[in-house]
């Protein structure tokens, strides 16, 4: 019996383990950035409070916010693998497209195109700096610079 070697969880479990990383990321993040601004926003000497009341009240925003675009992603990428039966970058750049526009679809269908194809070339981004990334690093044979002459040694 031959063995696929699977570095990610099977498609129904990936998608809830994206949710949760991109919400924790989100939720992360928000924490940060919204801190920041509850303390600069805050009069002096109430800046500590200001940033903890700003946290709590919008970081849980921004990380539901990244939870909802990565389970959409990751459900889209499952589906897209599931119907093509194979998995390359085009999957991830086609679930990019398909989410921005799902997401920005209550705007209306020009602006829902609009971001269904800014995300999509940011996932196209994403992906060719990736393969880039993995040629860069890969274990392969590493080309030799030549030697010198014996001559040109000798004078260097």
Not at 6 to 29: E, K, N, T, Y
Not at 49 to 67: H, Q
Not at 69 to 78: A, K, P, V, Y
Request: proline share 6%; hydrophobic share 40%.
């Amino acid at each position: 019996m031959a063995h696929a070697d699977h570095q990610r969880d099977p498609c129904p479990w990936v998608i809830l383990s994206d949710f949760g990383g991109a919400f924790s990321m989100g939720a992360i993040g928000g924490g940060v950035w919204h801190g920041i601004k509850g303390a600069r926003n805050s009069p002096r000497g109430e800046r500590w409070v200001g940033a903890i009341s700003t946290i709590k009240a919008r970081a849980p925003v921004t990380g539901g916010n990244f939870g909802v675009w990565g389970g959409m992603f990751s459900s889209f990428d499952c589906a897209i693998k599931g119907y093509r039966q194979k998995e390359d970058a085009w999957n991830a750049i086609s679930a990019g497209f398909l989410t921005g526009g799902c997401l920005a679809l209550r705007s209306g269908p020009k602006s829902a195109l609009g971001s269904a194809v800014a995300c999509g070339i940011l996932l196209g981004v994403f992906e060719g700096v990736g393969v880039l990334l993995s040629r860069v690093f890969s274990e392969g044979p590493r080309p030799q610079l030549p030697q010198l002459p014996e001559t040109a040694q000798a004078i260097a």
